[in-house]
């Protein structure tokens, strides 16, 4: 009986565990390409048309980028961008840019 519980237990902790915890080292890899537009660190936009991602919150990063692959957010050049990126990419890409810093003002 206890061994059924615990299977019970581990069975719901992994369908609760988010599905990837974002790998920031990894992310900055991945984030080479999005430098062209947001700036090195995601902190430095070559024009105030690229929003600065350096210090936003994770969360809202990989928000952001799952609405754009769904469509929910709609932007021709990151609609483009982000269609090839998997589940981890998404979640490495935004703690990246969620560690750097930058001049963004964010509530704690
Ligand atoms: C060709 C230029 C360009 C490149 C390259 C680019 N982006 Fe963007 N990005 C934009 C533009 C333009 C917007 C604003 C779109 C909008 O209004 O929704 C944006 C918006 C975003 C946002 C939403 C920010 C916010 O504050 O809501 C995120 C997150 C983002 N980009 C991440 C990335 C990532 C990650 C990459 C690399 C995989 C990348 N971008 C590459 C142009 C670019």
Request: charged share 15%.
């Amino acid at each position: 009986m206890s061994f059924i519980k615990t299977l019970a237990i581990i069975a719901i902790v992994s369908l609760t565990t988010p599905v990837w915890a974002g790998d920031k080292t990894a992310g900055e890899e991945k984030a080479v390409s999005c430098t062209a537009c947001h700036g090195a660190g995601g902190g430095a936009p070559i024009s105030p048309q690229y929003p600065i991602l350096a210090g936003q919150h994770e969360n809202y990063l990989s928000q952001a980028l799952m609405q754009y692959q769904s469509g929910e957010r709609k932007n021709m050049i990151m609609a483009g961008l982000v269609a090839a990126l998997s589940a981890e990419d998404v979640a490495d890409l935004a703690a990246y840019f969620a560690s750097q810093s930058s001049a963004l003002r964010t509530l704690d």
